[in-house]
């Protein structure tokens, strides 16, 4: 079933500054070719940083200075020049660049390059990050008031959540979880709307894929995708849960400021799940305008009903844990 068309592609060179916007993209089975292939690494704690607890990362910015390979990728990452909020450009290349990325994450850091998959060394969970995986900290990571509850992630697939239990970002990619990140123009224009009249920038969720939709009746319509396949283009996405969504789009950008209104509208609107995250069924290229399809979810009961098991039990253990954290 046609259901609309792309209107952007975005990709990040590196992870929690800004990105680029681009006409064409290649995806393979480790998602956007060119995305995420270096990270800010921050020294004192021994952590991959995050834009959710290093703002300053997301008033910087990088793009590739030139054509991508189609084999970029783990272990073969191009250079990357990266503009700062004063308007100076500096390259990966440069010696002077891990000062100045210091400079805006206010802390120690350094930009590292996604190493060959077999190397994990980059991706395995620190002894400061396993010491500070608290209930507290999480509560920070996702904006929660004292009595809000946490997310829902009974959709969390059972291989990502041990993923995640052993890894800051799973192994040869420096995403957080999901390959590709997919967005509507319409759940931009439903959450703007609670916050300002207006649709919200693009920037501000930092999807890869930003589709418009023939007849957008719904004004969340991602959240009845989760289960389908989307073919974007010349590849094919599984639709395999929605995007939870932390403090990072409430966060300063070029051009735009800090916003909490935003981390309220998401989780008052949508349960503060906003796009969908996308596994690769089948490569291909992309480009804007290309049309978009979706098949959705063969067998929704079964699925739903796995999900309520899921999501009871997660309820218990966080209720728990969030009770004996405070």
């Not at 921050?42 to 300053?56: I, K, N, Y």
């Not at 939870?244 to 008052?268: H, Y």
Request: overall charge neutral; some cysteine; aromatic content about 4%.
């Amino acid at each position: 079933m046609m259901i609309g068309r792309v209107a952007e592609l975005w990709r990040y060179p590196v992870k929690s500054l800004g990105g680029e916007r681009v006409e064409h993209i290649d995806i393979g089975p480790r998602g956007v070719v060119g995305d995420r292939l270096w990270a800010v690494r921050d020294l004192e704690r021994d952590v991959t940083a995050s834009a959710r607890r290093v703002p300053g990362l997301l008033t910087a910015a990088a793009r590739y200075v030139g054509p991508l390979s189609p084999d970029a990728g783990p272990g073969n990452v191009p250079e990357v020049a990266i503009t700062f909020p004063d308007g100076s450009e500096l390259s990966s290349s440069d010696s002077a660049v891990n000062a100045k990325l210091s400079e805006v994450a206010g802390r120690e850091v350094r930009l590292t390059a996604l190493p060959p998959a077999e190397d994990t060394s980059l991706h395995r969970l620190s002894k400061h990050e396993r010491e500070n995986m608290s209930i507290a900290a999480l509560r920070s990571d996702f904006g929660l008031g004292e009595e809000e509850g946490f997310p829902d992630v009974s959709m969390y697939r059972i291989a990502d959540l041990a993923t995640l239990s052993r890894y800051s970002t799973p192994p040869g990619t420096f995403v957080d979880l999901a390959p590709v990140h997919v967005l509507s123009t319409r759940s931009l224009a439903t959450i703007g709307a609670d916050v300002a009249g207006d649709p919200l920038d693009v920037r501000r969720f930092r999807p890869n894929v930003l589709i418009t939709l023939d007849d957008p009746t719904d004004g969340l319509p991602e959240s009845h995708w989760t289960g389908g396949d989307l073919t974007v283009g010349g590849a094919v996405l599984e639709v395999t849960m929605p995007t939870i969504r932390c403090v990072v789009p409430s966060r300063a950008q070029p051009g735009l400021e800090v916003d909490r209104r935003i981390t309220k509208a998401v989780a008052n609107r949508a349960q503060r799940r906003l796009g969908s995250n996308c596994w690769v069924k089948s490569g291909g290229s992309v480009a804007v305008g290309d049309a978009v399809a979706l098949r959705p979810e063969k067998h929704h009961l079964l699925a739903g009903a796995a999900r309520r098991t899921k999501r009871f039990g997660f309820g218990l253990v966080t209720s728990a844990a969030d009770r004996l954290s405070r």
